[in-house]
């Protein structure tokens, strides 16, 4: 099993809504990750996970929080977002160890109303 | 970009022809990797250079690394339609734990 299962596929939320975007793998991949990406950008690290512990947030809005329950799911759940925070999420998950490489899942595309 | 750059921007071929993409960065890294997306979904893997390695091959994809120029080359030969794609070299760095930093990437066009 090679996947990154990312969930919802889609998801439109008003402003004063609270969701939450769910990952998951099954690879014993120790370092998962958050990215955003907005239309014909390259992904943004938002926060990185290793360990289950939070090793980098990239300076992300309070309005985003990461969880890492355990080492096959993590989480962010939304909160109070704005428009502009509308894009793709995508999670990747990886083998700890200098040169291994990031297994991304599909996505989940936001929109916020 | 502090990232680096990604060049060119847009690339339109022919099938049948190569298509070369180049990336420059601007910090010492462990590893250079290459991944593609198809219309804005999710990533997939193509290949990873060691910092201490100067050229790899799989399959149609051959990358070069010039470390100290800081550049690299993805070049994909005979290419087909179903190459059509966004492709992102990804930056290990050495100082920068877990990290891996997107370029701005290349959107390939391969025309039929």
């Known amino acids: 099993d090679t996947e990154v299962t990312q969930t919802p596929k889609h998801l439109v939320m008003g402003m004063t809504n609270k969701k939450s975007l769910k990952c998951e793998q099954h690879?014993?991949?120790?370092?998962m990750y958050w990215y955003k990406q907005k239309a014909k950008k390259p992904p943004e690290l938002m926060f990185v996970?290793?360990?289950?512990?939070?090793?980098i947030n990239e300076s992300v809005p309070s309005r985003f929080s990461p969880e890492c329950p355990n080492s096959s799911l993590l989480n962010l759940h939304l909160h109070a977002l704005q428009p502009e925070d509308s894009a793709l999420y995508l999670c990747?998950?990886?083998?700890?160890?200098?040169?291994?490489?990031?297994?991304f899942g599909q996505g989940t595309r936001l929109t916020v109303v | 970009s502090q990232q680096g750059e990604e060049d060119p921007q847009a690339l339109s071929i022919q099938e049948g022809e190569n298509a070369t993409m180049n990336c420059s960065y601007k910090?010492?890294?462990?590893?250079l990797q290459w991944y593609r997306q198809n219309s804005g979904r999710g990533l997939v893997h193509l290949i990873l250079?060691?910092?201490?390695?100067r050229e790899k091959h799989s399959g149609r994809l051959r990358v070069t690394l010039d470390t100290p120029k800081k550049s690299s080359s993805l070049l994909i030969t005979a290419s087909r339609a179903a190459d059509t794609a966004s492709y992102f070299c990804?930056?290990?760095?050495?100082?920068?734990?877990?990290?891996?930093?997107f370029g701005e990437g290349t959107q390939l066009t391969v025309n039929p």
């Open positions: 250079i060691r910092s201490n390695e």
């Open positions: 990747a998950s990886r083998r700890t160890g200098q040169n291994t490489e990031a297994f």
């Open positions: 910090t010492s890294i462990n590893n």
């Open positions: 990804v930056r290990r760095g050495e100082t920068s734990g877990s990290r891996l930093t």
């Open positions: 996970y290793s360990y289950e512990k939070l090793s």
């Open positions: 690879m014993g991949h120790r370092a």
